[in-house]
């Protein structure tokens, strides 16, 4: 697509890091903290917002894609409708471009073109995709156009949203169209979940995971929901980081989609989480992180714009990241769930058909509205531990997993990064140094020595002994007050996790066996 057809006021290519902090600045469009990272506001939006998603429903994909909830469909003729009156609003705007791509892995990699409005979500695409070198630039033909105009509202009577936010995918196009919301992962995700369509037509697994790499060259993913640790694990400091959040898995082996990292920043501390504290200077994106107006300092503890608090930045920010992102098959997979019920170990070994089973299941838990007294957690699933980004039926991902775990020979586990000796509000949260313990004990290999017995209940193979951890705290019964209650809660679980697998049994009815077993 011609970029005259903006009619723009001006337009700014591939501007370097410093220019786009210079322009976001000189706009008003976010302050420069202490500790030089740029912190913008996305205001009334502060996180993804799945429900104003939309994938322009042509005869061409109709029948490739999982239809529902999570995609839902918009006609074409309301895509163009709202695309014309988009390009109008641009028309005599300054507009920044960021031509790059998406896949650290050449084979697989898209040719990716982003357009926007603003100066600092320019900056957040430039440091999140990957850069190209200035060859690169020379011969970059985009295959996927991403224009995401934040001041632009679509209006729902005459558009059919359900909001003035809108998240359109027009695959047929090559063509997504952001508009109404200022949160910049919805140009990450948007992009991830293109990925997630084209990759499995040639074989290759798209994964919402991040990697990381040991001294021998063994390679390790990490799946989780967001705020199980998955970022926070894979930035260790004995290992290599390969990527914190979307790979693909190849014949080949591995590789980041990315570019950068995109970092949760609540209660972050520099003795807890170096790497990513130190990764936080001038080139980062703070998202709505609360800052002292005078001092310029930032305070992570504060939630008073959101939880969900972002830092955006390359992966070179991270000492010894693996450049360009790829590495070798995985020996080791970890699920990992933080489990507000308190009734899963630690740690614990699944076999090939579990794997699939929690794969699909991406179990963890919400915290409910602790603010009120409220203790009840929530059971979250979401499928292969990336719903909101999966076109396709959730059987496709799940099946490839299997065939690779089975080709590989790889071993996956489950790590509790959740509670222990009673559920949220009674019991303790693990401490992150005995996650570490037991990441660590898996990823040495040393795990595979270990007797281990099966849990009566959700039938995974719980160690008996673990370097680094108390005996004690393997077995999650053994930790609560009254065991009865323990007994109860992991009941209560179980139950959830069959009520949510029935959705499934028509895709994988061989997986229903594997899975806990409610009396």
């Known amino acids: ?211 990381n790499m040991g001294p021998e060259g063994d390679t390790a993913l990490f799946f989780g929901l967001s705020g199980t640790g998955k970022t926070t694990l894979s930035a260790d400091p004995q290992r290599r980081l390969i990527g914190d959040d979307e790979h693909g898995w190849s014949d080949q082996g591995i590789f980041n989609f990315e570019g950068g990292c995109y970092a949760k920043c609540i209660s972050l501390s520099a003795e807890n989480e170096p790497q990513i504290w130190n990764a936080i200077r001038f080139g980062a994106v703070l998202e709505n992180v609360v800052v002292d107006e005078e001092t310029r300092e930032t305070d992570y503890d504060s939630a008073a714009l959101t939880e969900n608090t972002r830092a955006a930045y390359p992966v070179e920010f991270i000492p010894g990241a693996i450049v360009p992102g790829v590495g070798g098959h995985p020996r080791t997979i970890l699920f990992l769930a933080a489990d507000a019920f308190g009734v899963l170990p630690p740690i614990a070994k699944l076999t090939k058909e579990q794997a699939m089973y929690h794969f699909l299941s991406g179990y963890t838990s919400k915290l409910a509205g602790t603010e009120r007294g409220v203790t009840t957690p929530e059971a979250t699933f979401s499928t292969c531990f990336g719903a909101p980004f999966l076109p396709l039926s959730p059987a496709v991902y799940a099946r490839m997993l299997g065939e690779k775990i089975d080709k590989y020979g790889v071993n996956v586990y489950l790590v509790n990064t959740g509670w222990s000796g009673g559920p949220y509000g009674v019991g303790q949260r693990m401490s992150i140094k005995l996650t570490r313990a037991v990441v660590q004990a898996a990823l040495s290999g040393e795990l595979e020595e270990v007797e281990m017995e099966p849990h009566p209940i959700f039938q995974i193979l719980v160690p008996k002994s673990c370097p680094g951890v108390p005996a004690e705290v393997l077995q999650p019964r053994n930790t609560w007050p009254d065991p009865k209650e323990y007994d109860e809660m992991a009941q209560k679980l179980a139950r959830l996790f069959t009520e949510n697998f029935n959705k499934f049994k028509g895709v994988a009815p061989e997986l229903a066996a594997v899975g806990p077993r409610a009396a």
Not at 72 to 91: D, V
Not at 92 to 98: D, S, T, V, Y
Not at 189 to 211: D, R
């Open 1 to 211: 697509m011609g970029m005259d057809l903006y009619n723009a006021g001006r337009i700014y290519r591939n501007l370097p890091v410093p220019k786009l902090i210079e322009i976001a600045l000189s706009r008003g469009e976010g302050i420069l903290a202490k500790n030089g990272a740029l912190v913008v506001k996305t205001g009334k939006y502060t996180g993804r917002s799945p429900n104003d998603k939309y994938i322009v429903d042509l005869p061409s994909i109709h029948n490739q894609i999982h239809w529902g909830p999570v995609n839902q469909s918009i006609e074409p003729e309301k895509f163009q409708q709202i695309y014309q009156r988009l390009l109008a609003y641009l028309q005599n705007r300054e507009l920044f471009i960021f031509d790059g791509f998406v896949g650290a892995d050449p084979r697989f990699r898209l040719a990716v073109r982003v357009v926007n409005e603003l100066a600092w979500q320019n900056l957040f695409v430039h440091q999140l995709f990957i850069r190209p070198t200035r060859e690169e630039l020379a011969t970059h033909q985009p295959q996927f156009t991403v224009i995401c105009a934040p001041g632009f509202k679509a209006e729902p009577q005459i558009d059919g949203t359900r909001s003035e936010a809108f998240i359109i995918l027009n695959l047929e196009e090559k063509l997504i169209l952001i508009g109404g919301t200022s949160y910049a992962g919805e140009m990450k995700k948007s992009i991830f979940t293109v990925m997630n369509y084209w990759l499995p037509q040639i074989g290759v697994l798209p994964m919402h995971c991040s990697a």
